[in-house]
């Protein structure tokens, strides 16, 4: 009876705010948009049976968004931004992950506060901090033309670089924390029996320690890569109105057209194209526990 | 031990100098006299007072507060009871579809979580305010605390649990004063985890909010739209000092906590 109520409350729960929501999109995404509100007309009753509710799903709306190039722009910007900016993350945070796995081991647990710090600050000041800095007459700008780097002001703000220094900055703990993590376990005398048997510092590095961190690698990736495809905050302060991203296609489907059952059709197929990486998240972080084991 | 090469100082410094400077400017530019938030007129704290002043911006982080205290302490309980049921109740019926809607919300797009739950309390025709944001924040943060809370139970030894049953303690009893107390830590984490996602979160509320409750970010975020304004700025810094201040108090807390253990563990070796 116990365990019958220590399961049943966290289950039901989230059976009733989490999968049901998640139905009653699938479900509005296949009606028809109508000016009554709420904004939808369900296109079935489910008492009909199964028979009925599958002769009367209607594609329309993901029809719809393969007729109009907003939206399939939208999700191939997103995932060319997404994927641009994982990289970059990975870029940067690599030597950092690195050099802090190199540091002295009483330096150790300062560095990863450090990196932890800013990911307890809000996410919403950390994107406001480069809005002053990247703005036309900005602190970056100012600098620049002080320096004499450049005679006139850069445009960096409201463009897509603009929403690419955002992720990066804003990610960067995501992506160096399980980076160091794995580095942090790695054997240090691998290395140094690779260079006694020939390899030169650099080689060494790419045979040993790639190798051996591949899976803070990867997980550091999707950590980054899945909630930038969906980012809403960034590119709405710091993109354009050029920056096409998908999570503000479906913000500005929701609350400035109103059209609920495309922007539901929107979150379905955002979600079908999450699946894939979620999934290959999910398997990596599996096998590394078992590994662990 | 290894030695740090000058490209391992580089990287450390560059790293820590991108993490850092963004956030230093704005502290900086928060006690700046003038309105032009890029230029540096002389300092002042004239910007406080009249954040001070502001009942919007009180009245939001009030929202904010109340929201983030409930919402964290309900996902506390529901997040260490599913990481119980995860951990130590074996299989039952749908523990995949359970273990699928624990780990589902960690990776979801806010932009989906926010709209699928409030297409959900307008089907059931709930009023949408401060309850509503209670519940959507409950959901989500509940699966942070019972990632957190499981992996301490993953690694600590279960006969000790056996071992309280065996000299006679219900199963109740058992949890109260065993399991507890060895997982409070990873609780209380997880507690802070769940108080700092409520406090952050902007496009959820939004989406779950009414016209009766504006949170913080929310005001933030309306404000911020119209560009960079040193009230905001100030705001910010205030925030900033709080996190800063908070997670610093932890970690000595945890690391006197730790040292304390180790003490009673080299005793207890004593002892015997």
Redesign the interface.
């Known amino acids: 009876m116990?365990?019958f109520f220590?399961?049943a409350?966290?289950?039901v729960?989230?059976?009733v705010?989490?999968?049901?929501?998640?139905l009653?999109?699938l479900k509005?995404s296949l009606s028809d948009a109508a000016l009554a509100r709420?904004p939808y007309t369900p296109h079935f009753e489910w008492a009909e049976g199964i028979w009925a509710f599958f002769s009367q799903l209607d594609f329309e709306n993901f029809v719809f968004l393969t007729s109009d190039s907003l939206y399939w722009k939208a999700y191939l910007s997103s995932l060319q931004i997404a994927v641009i900016s994982t990289f970059l993350t990975l870029l940067?945070?690599y030597?950092?992950a690195?050099?802090?796995a190199?540091?002295?081991?009483e330096w150790r647990p300062t560095?990863m506060?450090?990196?932890?710090?800013?990911f307890?600050?809000?996410?919403?000041?950390?994107v406001?901090?480069?809005?002053?800095?990247l703005?036309k007459?900005?602190?970056l700008n100012?600098f620049l033309l002080w320096s004499g780097i450049i005679n006139e002001p850069l445009v960096i703000l409201n463009t897509n670089t603009a929403v690419y220094i955002g992720i990066v900055?804003t990610y960067?703990?995501f992506m160096?924390l399980p980076i160091y993590a794995a580095l942090d376990r790695m054997d240090?005398s691998l290395i140094e029996a690779a260079e006694d048997l020939g390899c030169s510092r650099l080689t060494a590095f790419w045979l040993v320690t790639v190798p051996l961190s591949r899976n803070g690698i990867i997980a550091g990736c999707f950590l980054v890569f899945?909630?930038a495809?969906?980012?809403?905050?960034i590119p709405?302060?710091l993109g354009g109105s050029r920056t096409l991203m998908i999570?503000k296609v479906?913000?500005e489907e929701?609350f400035s057209n109103r059209d609920?059952p495309v922007?539901?059709a929107v979150?379905v197929v955002?979600?079908l194209i999450?699946i894939v990486p979620?999934m290959l998240?999910?398997r990596n972080q599996q096998k590394q526990a078992e590994a662990e084991q | 031990?290894?030695?740090?090469?000058w490209?391992?100082?580089v990287?450390?410094t560059?790293?820590?100098v991108?993490?850092?400077l963004?956030?230093i400017?704005?502290v900086i530019?928060s006690f700046n006299k003038s309105k032009l938030?890029?230029v540096w007129a002389g300092f002042s704290t004239k910007w406080y007072g009249e954040l001070l002043q502001n009942e919007a911006f009180l009245n939001a982080a009030w929202v904010t507060l109340k929201v983030a205290v409930i919402s964290s302490t309900f996902a506390t309980i529901?997040?260490t009871?599913?990481a119980?049921?995860l951990v130590r109740?074996g299989r039952?019926f749908?523990r995949t579809l359970?273990s699928g809607?624990?780990?589902?919300?960690l990776?979801?797009?806010?932009?989906?979580t926010g709209?699928?739950?409030l297409?959900?309390f307008?089907?059931i025709g709930m009023d949408r305010g401060v309850m509503t944001v209670v519940?959507?924040h409950t959901?989500f943060s509940?699966c942070y605390v019972?990632v957190v809370v499981s992996s301490r139970l993953f690694t600590f030894d279960q006969s000790l649990e056996e071992a309280a049953l065996d000299l006679g303690c219900s199963?109740?009893q058992a949890f109260r004063l065993v399991t507890l107390p060895i997982i409070a830590p990873a609780v209380i984490s997880g507690w802070l985890l769940a108080f700092?996602l409520s406090?952050?979160d902007?496009?959820i509320a939004t989406?779950t909010t009414g016209p009766s409750a504006t949170t913080l970010?929310i005001k933030?975020?309306s404000a911020?739209?119209l560009?960079?304004s040193p009230e905001?700025?100030a705001l910010?810094t205030l925030?900033?000092a709080v996190?800063?201040v908070?997670?610093i108090l932890a970690?000595l807390a945890s690391k006197r906590n730790v040292a304390k253990m180790r003490q009673e563990e080299i005793a207890a070796v004593r002892a015997e």
Do not use: K
Request: net charge neutral.
């Open positions: 116990r365990r220590l399961i409350v966290p289950f729960w989230l059976l705010l989490f999968l049901v929501p998640f009653i999109v509005i709420p940067i945070g030597p950092i690195y050099g802090m190199r540091a002295p081991e560095l506060m450090l990196v932890i710090l800013p307890w600050t809000s996410f919403l000041i950390r406001y901090a480069w809005m002053g800095i703005s007459e900005g602190l100012q900055y960067l703990p160096i240090g899945i909630p495809m969906g980012e809403f905050v709405s302060l999570g479906l913000w929701f609920w922007a539901s979150a955002l979600l999450l979620i998240f999910q | 031990m290894m030695r740090l090469s490209f391992n100082v990287s450390l560059f790293g820590f991108f993490l850092y963004p956030m400017i704005l530019y938030v890029t529901l997040g009871m599913a119980y049921v109740s039952f749908g359970f809607m624990i780990y589902a919300p990776v979801m797009p806010e932009v989906i709209l699928s739950l297409l959900l307008i089907g519940l959507a959901t509940m019972s199963p109740a700092t406090l952050d902007l496009v989406f970010p933030i975020y911020v739209r560009g960079v905001i700025n910010s925030m900033i996190v800063t908070g997670v970690s």
